[in-house]
């Protein structure tokens, strides 16, 4: 006597409503966030100098940046620094340009 079983097929139905496969994404998302690091007046002084720098000379920097829990790396030219609105102009490697506000910035390297 045969077994015919479905095998895999029988376990689709579990798998497949789109709010269990939503909440797990969600879940395994939220489990990868990362708390806005605290920079402290030294290190926004530091990044001010490295900033200033990068820009007189036109070198390449990366910028690391948080924003809603995950970082993200840009690296560019810094272009133009906005005192007023607090934002920083970065041109990227293929020529677009990036704005990204002070308080977003964690880390910067000048290559």
């Known amino acids: ?13 579990a798998f497949g409503h789109p ?3 939503k909440g797990q994404r969600d879940l395994r998302r939220d489990q990868e ?10 290190e926004l002084e530091k990044f ?26 840009i690296k ?7 005192p007023i609105t607090h934002q920083l102009w970065i041109e990227t490697e293929d020529g677009l ?3 990204t506000a002070f308080e977003d910035v964690g880390v910067v390297v000048v290559d």
């Open 1 to 13: 006597m045969v077994i015919r079983d479905r095998g895999v097929m029988k376990w689709q139905f």
């Open 19 to 21: 709010e269990l496969i």
């Open 33 to 42: 966030r990362i708390t806005k690091p605290i920079v402290d007046v030294y």
């Open 48 to 73: 001010d100098s490295r900033i200033a720098y990068a820009m007189e000379y036109n070198l390449a920097v990366i910028i690391t940046i948080w924003s809603d829990g995950f970082t993200t790396d």
């Open 76 to 82: 560019g030219r810094v272009h133009y620094v906005d």
């Open 97 to 99: 340009f990036q704005r």
